[in-house]
């Protein structure tokens, strides 16, 4: 932090200190070291926020980076006028996201200050009662810089803002006309900037009408409802955002029923937050809510396409956060028909990515390889490496790879994501503890053959850690990482029970978690839900290590008719159950020719779906070879033998080709996009139900 700020002062100090960056670094550290005067600064803090916005946003940086300054920063940010003003700034986001970063990691509670004080300035006292605050959501859970004006006036208002003494005063005088010109130059920038990173998420931009015919009281309580919640979701505080989202679709709801679109608009946004944060309660509310509402404007003719196509984005997401990949897929699909050239590269981003998950568990590569590239490629283009958009597009990338069996691939891509993450938001933040998450179960996968779990355990340690930081403990997040946790502990018992170690408590811990996240999950998705169905297969698998092989078979066989009733007979997960049970008919329970029926059965669902080359094939390959050396069945025996010695073959070759779906690296419009998704599609595209239905 001082390395930080003493580099700035020796670049202002060195070979060219009249130069407009040296003269502007010598300003800002001016300015706040001003703030560390003995003599009082109240009146300098208070006015701060009436400096240039470009120049405020670099102030209150360089004050997050002191720690004896961070009570006094937290103070000017909890102001909502200040904190509307440098939202809207656009580029001020990246810097502004840091700072609240910075002052969270530090304890300070910027992010409860400013959903509590939108909550007790917008509200009805009657609302304000309604309202759930932030703990009773968790436990649901289960604008332009001045530029011109007055030369002796600026130069007068930066030297009392910094304190400074009249022989730093000409130093400030000098770099006020860079000032100035830097602060046009950020102006025009903003305003360039606006078209490409508003709408959808952060900003209303396109999707909300103006808010020029309302009164300053409630343009200002939209505005910065809107802005306010979608920044605090998408940096990762779900809770904060949820009050203020709610505070606000209630106040519209009492004072603008008219008002469908900003509703619709804020409804989205809500939506994301809670399905994100895994509150579906509040979160189906919001649905249907919204389906209502998006249903009135259609027959209005007020088809807003990209607002549309976020709505059915959010509602994807909430399905598919729920595991219910049919509806997720189907509203994907209506998101891709809204979304066009008007939207956003925000919008389009995120709605190519979500489409793009929903293929990915539908077992649709082509189109989801399709989607997922150009998301990538356009928030690179747009946003850069080092944004958060950037991050969620790689992780996303990340899932694919892993489902189409490119693992080696998707460690890689997911590390990625994670230093995007970390770099953005830190250490201690829900979207870097998923991505932690993420990377420690593909490099379960990508070392189950090997048996060193180190970097698996120690990034899911940390998805953990981070949890139960962020989450109550009976939290279906948390229990995701417990999970993962689960698998390598059984993992990580299974290798030294082979060098002759008693592990059994790793095993009864192993227990434990799977337990644990399988009655949560039973409390929240109920019985017939995939989530709840791979709970009962990994315990199947634990009981089996464990020589409870009455235990496992129910297990296996419950986690087989629940995939097989949600997803049919032919999917993925209902492939991977059946191989479970397969292998513990072969190794433990001596039922070869039940062993033998769900081998063909896992091997046929694996070769419709990946080919030949499929990882998981080697297991099936092997336990049939096991099942007719034991039946005396020579003839089939040699045949999977050989089936076995090709399949190895290939993957050695596969090793050195590109992969089955290699990277797009063209650049497509959204119509071209749109054109190719919908002519790859063989399957009938399912219509969402009436709201009436819902």
């Given amino acids: 932090m001082a390395a930080r700020e003493n580099l700035s002062m020796s670049s202002a100090s060195g070979h060219n200190n009249n130069s407009p960056n040296a003269l502007y670094n010598l300003t800002l550290i001016a300015i706040v070291n001003g703030l560390d005067c003995k003599v009082t600064t109240l009146e300098r803090i208070s006015k701060l926020p009436e400096l240039p916005l470009n120049l405020l946003i670099d102030v209150y940086e360089l004050m997050s980076r002191r720690e004896q300054l961070m009570d006094t920063l937290t103070e000017e940010l909890a102001n909502l006028d200040v ?82 003494s009249s022989s730093s005063s000409n130093r400030i005088s000098i770099s006020i006309n860079y000032i100035d010109n830097m602060t046009k130059t950020a102006n025009n920038a903003a305003a360039a900037a606006t078209a490409a990173d508003d709408g959808g998420t952060t900003e209303p931009g396109p999707l909300a009408p103006s808010l020029d015919s309302l009164s300053t009281e409630d343009a200002f309580a939209i505005d910065l409802g809107l802005r306010l919640g979608s920044f605090l979701s998408e940096a990762g505080w779900m809770q ?225 850690n981070i949890m139960k930081n962020l989450v109550p403990s009976n939290h279906l997040m948390l229990a995701s990482a417990k999970r993962v946790k689960a698998l390598l502990l059984e993992e990580i018992a299974l290798d030294k029970i082979a060098d002759g170690m008693d592990e059994e408590d790793l095993l009864l811990q192993s227990e434990q978690l799977h337990i644990f996240a399988l009655q949560l999950s039973l409390e929240v998705f109920g019985e017939m839900n995939v989530q709840t169905a791979k709970h009962y297969g990994n315990l199947g698998r634990l009981y089996q290590t464990m020589n409870r092989f009455e235990e496992a078979e129910s297990m296996h066989q419950k986690a087989i008719k629940i995939k097989t009733d949600l997803l049919g007979p032919h999917d993925y997960e209902v492939g991977l159950s059946i191989g479970h049970l397969a292998s513990l008919y072969n190794y433990q329970m001596k039922k070869f020719r039940q062993a033998e029926d769900l081998y063909l059965r896992s091997i046929d669902i694996s070769l419709q779906l990946f080919g030949r080359t499929y990882s998981g094939l080697e297991y099936d390959y092997l336990g049939l070879c096991h099942v007719y050396e034991t039946l005396h069945d020579f003839e089939k025996y040699l045949r999977y033998a050989h089936t076995l010695e090709n399949w190895q073959q290939l993957r050695v070759l596969n090793a050195t080709n590109n992969s089955s779906y290699p990277p797009i690296e063209e650049d497509y419009s959204i119509d071209q996009v749109k054109e190719e998704f919908f002519s790859m599609s063989e399957k009938r595209v399912l219509e969402p139900p009436e709201s009436s239905k819902n």
């Fill in 83 to 164: 904190f509307h003003r440098l939202v809207r700034y656009i580029p001020a986001r990246s810097k502004l996201l840091r700072i609240v970063v910075d002052l969270m990691t530090n304890n300070k509670a910027v992010t409860r200050r400013l959903s509590d004080a939108y909550v007790g300035r917008i509200a009805q006292p009657s609302e304000i009662e309604a309202q759930p605050d932030i703990e009773q959501v968790e436990d649901d859970a289960d604008g332009v810089a001045n530029g011109d004006g007055d030369k002796e006036a600026k130069d007068k208002e930066l030297n009392d803002v910094a304190g400074c």
């Fill in 240 to 464: 904060e955002s949820i009050a203020v989202l709610l505070c606000l679709n209630e106040r519209l709801k009492r004072h603008h029923k008219d008002a469908l679109i900003l509703r619709v608009d804020c409804l989205q946004r809500l939506l994301y937050a809670e399905s994100s944060h895994c509150n579906f309660k509040l979160a189906q509310q919001t649905f249907v809510e919204m389906v209502q509402l998006t249903s009135e404007l259609k027959d209005m003719n007020m088809v807003s396409n990209p607002l549309f196509a976020m709505a059915c984005t959010q509602i994807s997401s909430m399905y598919f956060a729920r595991n219910e990949y049919n509806n997720s897929h189907m509203w994907s699909v209506q998101a891709m028909h809204y979304l066009d050239k008007s939207a956003s590269p925000r919008i389009a981003i995120d709605v190519l990515r979500q489409a793009a998950k929903a293929c990915v568990v539908k077992r649709d590569f082509c189109r989801a390889n399709l989607l997922i590239c150009q998301a990538v490629r356009r928030a690179h283009e747009h946003f850069g490496v080092i944004h958060q958009k950037y991050g969620d597009a790689v992780l996303d990338y990340g899932f694919f790879l892993l489902n189409v069996d490119s693992v080696f691939q998707s460690v890689k891509v997911y590390k990625e994501a994670l230093e995007v993450r970390r770099g953005i938001f830190g250490n201690m933040n829900f979207h870097v503890a998923i991505a932690h998450e993420d990377l420690s179960y593909a490099y379960y996968v990508h070392e189950y053959s090997t048996g060193d779990f180190s970097c698996a355990q120690d990034h899911v340690d940390k998805a953990v």
